[in-house]
């Protein structure tokens, strides 16, 4: 009994001192891990949430991208990170479609981290480069069919958000087109406007903010309805791949073993960041919304988006890395 009772001494005492870390942190600058290149979508709304919770911290939230091999590269630092709440992970659906696409991670996307919050969701935006003389999502998917195996699409990287949604339109418009991974969307995007690829799938915060370079052409937006800031542009669907929706998420996490105080407090901050008027303006200028979900949600949705990525990788026939 003696024993019992230091065991349950220790943990109050344990509990107590969590819950009291949990109130002072952070104590020190917090380092959000981006795994794509600065300019992406991502690290666009990475640095505006970051942004938020410096004000919310008062303490500096700095964001560090490590781009490389579609998103995993800077996703393994972040699980080989101290578990203390000052190295965090944002990135995109990236995080479920590379659990699909990579035979062997070097990292376990079940096991190495915690799932704190969904910050945000948006439609992908199918642009083509205006010197390819393409006008319509029924002109591209002509062109494909006429020309098959010649015409190339860019991405973010191999198991990007950006790859999974061209693999989706290849998949309802019966099209055979050639993926060409870049590190991330300003590469993509450069090698659009140049004619490299012809075409790619940038997500709304990157196109939009992108979308007064003349040398890119909007043919479709991938939402199940036309996006609030860009009322004009069709739906993909609409416009000619029927039955084709995609949808671009972005969350936050944390390496495996952070203290559940720790992670409750970023989880509340977090909503807190994400309810704010100021943010909420600019993510509807960016063309996105926030997401709302308790981590339990959070967990789930991206095991449904591991599934999906899964049965994609195998139905689209494509080589696991």
Not at 237 to 252: K, L, P
Not at 270 to 280: E, I, T
Request: hydrophobic share 45%; glycine share 10%; proline share 6%.
């Amino acid at each position: 009994m003696r024993i019992k009772g230091i065991v349950m001494a220790f943990a109050v005492v344990a509990g107590l001192t969590a819950g009291a870390f949990a109130q002072d942190y952070p104590t020190k600058p917090v380092k959000v891990i981006v795994p794509f290149t600065a300019g992406s979508a991502t690290d666009t709304i990475a640095r505006a949430v970051s942004k938020k919770l410096s004000e919310i911290w008062g303490q500096p939230v700095e964001v560090e991208n490590v781009a490389g091999a579609g998103g995993t590269t800077g996703t393994d630092v972040v699980a080989k990170s101290s578990p203390d709440g000052y190295t965090l992970l944002i990135t995109s659906n990236a995080f479920a479609s590379n659990t699909a696409l990579y035979a062997k991670l070097p990292y376990d996307s079940r096991k190495d981290f915690i799932g704190i919050a969904p910050l945000t969701k948006q439609p992908y935006v199918l642009v083509v480069g205006s010197s390819s003389g393409i006008k319509s999502v029924s002109e591209l998917i002509a062109l494909a069919k006429a020309t098959p195996g010649q015409i190339k699409f860019g991405s973010a990287g191999m198991g990007s958000g950006t790859h999974f949604a061209a693999e989706k339109f290849k998949l309802a418009t019966g099209i055979d087109v050639v993926h060409v991974p870049y590190k991330g969307g300003p590469e993509a995007n450069a090698a659009t406007i140049s004619g490299t690829v012809t075409f790619w799938f940038p997500p709304m915060a990157f196109a939009v903010k992108n979308m007064k370079d003349e040398k890119l052409i909007s043919l479709g937006v991938s939402g199940s309805e036309r996006a609030a800031s860009l009322p004009a542009l069709p739906t993909i669907a609409e416009a000619g791949a029927a039955g084709f929706e995609d949808t671009s998420w972005m969350g936050i996490w944390a390496p495996a073993g952070i203290p559940a105080a720790v992670a409750a407090r970023i989880e509340k901050d977090v909503a807190r960041a994400l309810a704010s008027p100021d943010l909420r303006e600019q993510f509807t200028k960016m063309g996105a919304e926030p997401m709302s979900m308790s981590p339990a949600e959070f967990s789930k949705f991206v095991q449904g988006e591991i599934d999906t990525a899964a049965r994609i990788v195998k139905t689209a026939g494509i080589k696991q890395l």
